[in-house]
Protein backbone atom coordinates (compact mmCIF):
# COMPACT_ATOMS: atom_id res chain seq x y z
CA UNK A 1 0.00 0.00 0.00
CA UNK A 2 2.84 2.61 0.85
CA UNK A 3 4.69 1.47 -2.34
CA UNK A 4 1.41 2.48 -4.37
CA UNK A 5 1.20 5.89 -2.22
CA UNK A 6 4.82 6.77 -3.23
CA UNK A 7 4.29 6.13 -7.00
CA UNK A 8 1.22 7.96 -7.16
CA UNK A 9 3.24 10.89 -5.30
CA UNK A 10 5.78 10.57 -7.78
CA UNK A 11 3.67 10.82 -10.45
CA UNK A 12 1.80 13.93 -9.33
CA UNK A 13 5.12 15.52 -8.89
CA UNK A 14 6.26 14.86 -12.29
CA UNK A 15 2.88 15.87 -14.04
CA UNK A 16 3.24 19.14 -11.53
CA UNK A 17 6.26 19.93 -13.31
CA UNK A 18 5.57 18.96 -17.03
CA UNK A 19 2.33 21.33 -17.32
CA UNK A 20 4.15 24.19 -14.92
CA UNK A 21 2.52 27.04 -16.20
CA UNK A 22 3.17 29.72 -13.84
CA UNK A 23 2.96 33.38 -14.95
CA UNK A 24 6.11 35.06 -13.80
CA UNK A 25 4.62 38.17 -14.36
CA UNK A 26 1.38 39.39 -13.70
CA UNK A 27 -1.02 39.79 -16.87
CA UNK A 28 -1.58 43.59 -15.54
CA UNK A 29 2.13 44.37 -16.30
CA UNK A 30 2.77 42.05 -19.66
CA UNK A 31 0.08 44.14 -21.20
CA UNK A 32 1.45 46.81 -21.07
CA UNK A 33 4.85 45.74 -22.29
CA UNK A 34 3.71 43.69 -25.34
CA UNK A 35 1.85 46.96 -26.31
CA UNK A 36 5.01 48.73 -25.95
CA UNK A 37 6.26 45.75 -28.51
CA UNK A 38 3.69 45.82 -30.97
CA UNK A 39 5.42 49.29 -31.56
CA UNK A 40 8.34 48.22 -32.13
CA UNK A 41 7.38 46.03 -34.55
CA UNK A 42 8.13 47.31 -38.05
CA UNK A 43 6.18 44.98 -40.42
CA UNK A 44 2.80 45.19 -38.35
CA UNK A 45 1.64 48.36 -39.40
CA UNK A 46 2.42 48.07 -43.09
CA UNK A 47 0.88 44.90 -43.45
CA UNK A 48 -2.51 45.66 -41.35
CA UNK A 49 -5.10 47.01 -43.01
CA UNK A 50 -5.93 50.14 -40.35
CA UNK A 51 -6.46 47.39 -37.72
CA UNK A 52 -4.52 44.84 -35.84
CA UNK A 53 -6.24 41.62 -34.66
CA UNK A 54 -4.79 40.33 -31.41
CA UNK A 55 -6.18 37.08 -30.86
CA UNK A 56 -6.42 35.75 -27.00
CA UNK A 57 -5.87 31.49 -27.12
CA UNK A 58 -7.80 30.77 -24.28
CA UNK A 59 -9.43 27.36 -23.20
CA UNK A 60 -12.89 28.19 -21.68
CA UNK A 61 -13.13 25.26 -19.35
CA UNK A 62 -9.50 26.03 -17.64
CA UNK A 63 -9.78 28.36 -14.99
CA UNK A 64 -6.28 30.06 -14.98
CA UNK A 65 -6.83 30.18 -18.95
CA UNK A 66 -10.13 31.35 -18.37
CA UNK A 67 -8.55 33.90 -15.79
CA UNK A 68 -5.38 35.40 -18.05
CA UNK A 69 -8.11 35.88 -20.97
CA UNK A 70 -10.56 37.90 -19.07
CA UNK A 71 -7.47 39.99 -17.13
CA UNK A 72 -6.07 40.63 -20.99
CA UNK A 73 -9.05 41.77 -22.09
CA UNK A 74 -9.78 43.98 -18.81
CA UNK A 75 -6.10 45.37 -19.78
CA UNK A 76 -6.36 45.87 -23.56
CA UNK A 77 -10.49 47.52 -23.37
CA UNK A 78 -9.93 51.08 -22.83
CA UNK A 79 -6.55 51.23 -22.66
CA UNK A 80 -4.25 49.64 -25.24
CA UNK A 81 -6.63 50.46 -28.09
CA UNK A 82 -4.23 51.90 -31.05
CA UNK A 83 -0.98 51.22 -32.23
CA UNK A 84 0.39 53.81 -33.84
CA UNK A 85 -2.82 54.89 -36.11
CA UNK A 86 -4.28 51.40 -36.39
CA UNK A 87 -7.22 50.43 -33.88
CA UNK A 88 -6.57 46.98 -32.26
CA UNK A 89 -9.17 44.56 -32.74
CA UNK A 90 -9.23 42.07 -29.53
CA UNK A 91 -10.31 38.45 -30.80
CA UNK A 92 -11.42 35.72 -27.94
CA UNK A 93 -10.31 32.50 -29.55
CA UNK A 94 -11.71 29.49 -27.28
CA UNK A 95 -9.39 26.79 -28.48
CA UNK A 96 -10.35 23.05 -28.62
CA UNK A 97 -7.81 22.46 -31.34
CA UNK A 98 -4.79 23.71 -32.72
CA UNK A 99 -6.93 24.31 -35.85
CA UNK A 100 -9.11 26.06 -34.35
CA UNK A 101 -5.95 28.95 -34.71
CA UNK A 102 -6.65 28.47 -38.93
CA UNK A 103 -10.59 28.65 -38.35
CA UNK A 104 -10.28 32.53 -36.87
CA UNK A 105 -7.48 33.62 -38.77
CA UNK A 106 -9.39 32.78 -42.44
CA UNK A 107 -12.37 34.95 -40.94
CA UNK A 108 -10.03 38.19 -39.49
CA UNK A 109 -6.60 37.58 -40.32
CA UNK A 110 -4.85 37.58 -37.11
CA UNK A 111 -1.65 39.52 -36.51
CA UNK A 112 -0.34 38.44 -32.74
CA UNK A 113 -1.99 35.77 -30.63
CA UNK A 114 -1.49 35.69 -27.02
CA UNK A 115 -1.22 32.51 -26.01
CA UNK A 116 -2.70 32.06 -22.05
CA UNK A 117 -1.90 28.76 -20.12
CA UNK A 118 -3.62 25.36 -22.13
CA UNK A 119 -4.24 21.62 -21.81
CA UNK A 120 -3.73 19.03 -23.72
CA UNK A 121 -3.56 20.92 -27.07
CA UNK A 122 -0.59 20.88 -29.18
CA UNK A 123 1.75 23.97 -29.06
CA UNK A 124 4.22 23.06 -31.33
CA UNK A 125 0.83 23.23 -33.76
CA UNK A 126 0.01 26.24 -32.99
CA UNK A 127 3.34 27.56 -33.16
CA UNK A 128 3.72 25.99 -36.44
CA UNK A 129 0.32 27.87 -38.16
CA UNK A 130 2.17 31.30 -36.70
CA UNK A 131 4.76 30.65 -39.03
CA UNK A 132 2.43 29.48 -41.75
CA UNK A 133 0.48 32.51 -41.77
CA UNK A 134 2.36 35.06 -40.14
CA UNK A 135 0.97 35.47 -36.57
CA UNK A 136 3.15 37.01 -34.33
CA UNK A 137 3.12 35.09 -31.46
CA UNK A 138 3.76 35.79 -27.22
CA UNK A 139 3.45 33.14 -24.35
CA UNK A 140 1.69 34.72 -21.36
CA UNK A 141 4.23 31.82 -19.53
CA UNK A 142 7.54 31.71 -19.92
CA UNK A 143 7.83 28.15 -20.18
CA UNK A 144 6.14 27.92 -23.08
CA UNK A 145 8.41 30.39 -24.63
CA UNK A 146 11.77 27.88 -23.61
CA UNK A 147 9.61 24.69 -24.84
CA UNK A 148 7.88 25.72 -27.50
CA UNK A 149 9.33 28.10 -30.33
CA UNK A 150 7.06 31.36 -29.71
CA UNK A 151 8.49 34.84 -30.77
CA UNK A 152 8.53 36.56 -27.42
CA UNK A 153 7.38 36.56 -23.41
CA UNK A 154 7.89 38.44 -20.25
CA UNK A 155 9.96 36.89 -17.69
CA UNK A 156 11.25 38.16 -14.04
CA UNK A 157 14.64 38.80 -13.35
CA UNK A 158 15.54 39.70 -10.25
CA UNK A 159 13.12 42.29 -9.28
CA UNK A 160 12.22 43.37 -12.84
CA UNK A 161 10.61 42.13 -15.82
CA UNK A 162 12.27 41.24 -18.57
CA UNK A 163 11.22 40.94 -22.64
CA UNK A 164 12.48 37.62 -24.04
CA UNK A 165 12.43 37.72 -28.03
CA UNK A 166 13.33 34.61 -30.13
CA UNK A 167 14.92 35.76 -32.77
CA UNK A 168 14.56 33.11 -34.98
CA UNK A 169 10.72 32.40 -34.59
CA UNK A 170 10.22 36.26 -34.79
CA UNK A 171 11.97 36.13 -38.23
CA UNK A 172 9.90 32.68 -39.20
CA UNK A 173 7.16 34.52 -38.26
CA UNK A 174 7.61 37.50 -40.26
CA UNK A 175 8.37 40.14 -37.71
CA UNK A 176 11.04 42.88 -37.79
CA UNK A 177 11.71 44.37 -34.05
CA UNK A 178 14.03 47.33 -33.89
CA UNK A 179 17.31 47.44 -32.65
CA UNK A 180 16.44 49.91 -29.63
CA UNK A 181 13.61 47.09 -28.87
CA UNK A 182 16.86 44.17 -28.97
CA UNK A 183 19.03 46.14 -27.03
CA UNK A 184 16.58 46.44 -24.30
CA UNK A 185 15.55 42.55 -24.83
CA UNK A 186 17.40 39.19 -23.58
CA UNK A 187 17.27 37.79 -27.20
CA UNK A 188 17.83 33.87 -28.00
CA UNK A 189 17.85 32.46 -31.35
CA UNK A 190 16.90 28.62 -30.94
Excluded: W
Excluded at 62 to 85: A, M, P
Aim: one cysteine or more; hydrophobic letters at 40%.
Amino acid sequence: MMKYLIYILIMLVIIANVHSQDLQVPINVQVPIFNKLFHYERNLVKRSKKEIYVGIVYQNHLRKSLHCRNECQKQFTGVYEYIGDNKIKIVDINITDPSDLNIYYSHVGLDIIIVCPLKQIDINEITNICKNKNIISFALTPAYFHKYPFTATIEKEMDKSRITINLKSAKEEGANFSSKLLKLSRVVNK
